[in-house]
């Protein structure tokens, strides 16, 4: 009886030009805590603290770009972050840096989008979108930037419309035989800011995950109007789980709004004046761009139990559910609409978590051939990573038993392709939430297996 598999392998990394990161060493791809990785369709981007290397898995070629950021070296800044955007017909790479900045690059590594989101570093850049259904007409389509005590949020839109303007231009200018080339700072004033909301939401301290889980209902009591709320959960060292309703008013009082409409003509007409006084021949510096205000986040509730500490959220597609990993090797799986934890696992230091989906419906598993599967064939799990064990459990939600328990290599990390914008749940055949596997000794890159059988 031949042993029964869980993977797939669909392709290698393998490749010279991973050596600036450090490939060739035994365990460079988990002992490196500055080793960024960002997975889509047959692409993956992996970054350390001052380059990015993108690879075609798929391909034997391998090698697509590789992407140097101007940082600055006066503020030490290095990469803290990477997340692919992915649309229909574009697709480019989302950079964080440690002194707040937000970077888009196109493919060639180009820089499309340069902008400062907060001074600090930025954690995480997540890419979320709720699917339309029967039950909802539009999908909200979000990037999520994750900071200490600060989140941000852009609509998906907003960033399609940014990427479109980007490649017309770069299409007009491939015509051109001396295209303009212009440096960081002309593109960071060659569009209009991307419009996005700001919160502080360190009440409860600093955050070192966070994540904005959907939209949620106003305050009780409260005027009703069009502004729309939203849930964030955030981890940390002070509080392993807090949540807040974020508002998209920024909620000043009346003197604020004085303020912030009467000092800045004041300031502008007393600036007019210098200038006419006091004439210069030397050109004025360009001042620091200023991050926006923040807009009101208002704390529901948290979760203080010293010593342990939130390291890693992880949400499931429609944000209903969290998985939260802390440093007591404790993994919390949070409904963040009711705000509980439904259930616990023990045993799991230095974990990491994914949600997949798994066809359990025997009878689609069985069909013909000729049978695609829809989404009432699947079933939400969660795929958990434990190294210290080499193995990968399968746990089926929200009560369900374990599925699948799968060895693998010291060394590895699993992964999972970012969102797609646009995506429907109309769309057929259905594409179920996939898991892959990282074998970073052997660049060998693996998929677990949709079907139990």
Request: proline share 5%.
């Amino acid at each position: 009886m031949s042993k029964r598999t869980h993977t797939t392998e669909v392709g290698s990394i393998a490749c010279t030009d991973l050596s600036d990161l450090g490939a060739g060493k035994e365990g460079w791809l988990v002992n490196d805590p500055n080793l960024l990785c960002a997975l889509d369709m047959h692409t993956i981007a992996l970054a350390n603290r001052y380059q990015t290397v993108i690879i075609n898995w798929a391909d034997p070629e391998g090698l697509v770009a590789k992407i140097r950021p101007e940082l600055s070296p006066i503020a030490s800044e290095y990469i803290t972050a990477i997340e692919w955007l992915v649309f229909e017909e574009m697709r480019a790479l989302a950079v964080g840096t440690s002194r707040g900045y937000f970077l888009v690059y196109d493919l060639k590594g180009d820089l499309v989008h340069r902008q400062l989101i907060h001074s600090g570093r930025i954690l995480k850049l997540r890419v979320r979108g709720s699917r339309r259904d029967l039950t909802q007409d539009t999908a909200e389509e979000e990037v999520c930037v994750v900071m200490p005590g600060v989140l941000a949020r852009f609509d998906g839109s907003e960033i399609q419309k940014m990427l479109q303007r980007w490649f017309q231009d770069s299409n007009s200018n491939f015509w051109d035989q001396k295209p303009k080339q212009r440096d960081s700072e002309d593109l960071e004033n060659s569009y209009e800011r991307l419009p996005h909301q700001l919160w502080n939401v360190s009440k409860y301290g600093p955050c070192a995950d966070a994540a904005i889980t959907g939209l949620m209902p106003p305050p009780l009591m409260e005027v009703q109007s069009s502004q729309r709320y939203f849930c964030a959960v955030t981890i940390g060292e002070d509080t392993v789980i807090s949540a807040f309703r974020l508002s998209e008013d920024r909620s000043r009082s009346l003197v604020g709004a004085i303020l912030s409409k009467v000092v800045p003509a004041t300031f502008s007409t007393i600036s007019s004046l210098s200038k006419m006084i006091w004439r210069s021949e030397q050109s004025p510096k360009k001042s620091e761009p200023k991050p926006q205000s923040f807009a009101r986040a208002s704390p529901l509730t948290c979760l203080k139990d010293h010593p342990r500490k939130g390291e890693r959220l992880t949400l499931s597609p429609s944000g209903s559910l969290a998985a939260i990993t802390d440093s007591l090797g404790r993994i919390l799986l949070l409904d963040t609409q009711a705000l509980v934890v439904v259930r616990l696992w023990k045993g799991y230091r230095d974990a990491s978590c994914v949600f997949m989906e798994m066809l359990v419906n025997k009878d689609a598993a069985t069909s013909s051939a000729y049978y695609a599967p829809v989404k009432s064939d699947y079933c939400l799990c969660l795929a958990i990573h434990a190294p210290r064990k080499g193995i990968i459990e399968v746990w089926q939600m929200r009560t369900g038993p374990r599925l699948l328990t799968i060895q693998c290599a010291k060394g590895s990390k699993i992964l999972q392709p970012t969102y797609r914008f646009g995506s429907s749940m109309a769309s057929s055949p259905y594409v179920p939430l996939e898991v892959f596997l990282l074998n970073g000794d052997s660049g060998q890159l693996s998929v677990l297996n949709r079907s139990l059988s």
